[in-house]
């Protein structure tokens, strides 16, 4: 399993932009999906996108739809997710998660990611 840190959280306005970072260990990067998660106080970890190991498939959860966006660089072994448009209601610690799927597939089931990094905190001020 690959080791996973994220890095970009911070406090911004509503309206602003962050780009979340997520550094892959190991020389497999590729072979696994990638996806972001994040909860807030509260509440329970929810699905915010994913991608696959090639960059061919992505997902999105409706709340961010348009305004976030999901992609990677296998040659940095880094996933990314942009947020624009941010919204008081996306503060949450946001997660990446990482999976050896097979066939280009992506998951939106946090029970599917095995290996998991130690979260960012976005906070959003309205």
């Known amino acids: 399993q690959v080791q996973l840190v994220e890095s970009g959280g911070g406090l911004v306005q509503a309206g602003d932009s962050l780009r979340l970072s997520c550094k892959a260990s190991g020389r497999t990067f590729d072979y696994y999906a990638v996806a972001w998660f994040r909860q807030a106080p509260g509440k329970e970890r929810e699905f915010v996108a994913a991608i696959s190991g090639r960059g061919g498939r992505t997902n999105y959860a409706d709340s961010v739809k348009g305004r976030f966006t999901i992609s990677r660089d296998n040659a940095k072994n880094t996933a990314y997710l942009q947020m624009n448009s941010l919204k008081p209601e996306d503060t949450a610690v946001y997660y990446c998660?990482?999976?050896?799927?097979?066939?280009?597939?992506?998951?939106?089931?946090?029970?599917?990611?095995?290996?998991w990094g130690q979260g960012t905190q976005v906070t959003v001020s309205s």
């Open positions: 998660a990482g999976e050896p799927i097979a066939f280009g597939a992506i998951s939106h089931r946090a029970s599917d990611f095995r290996s």
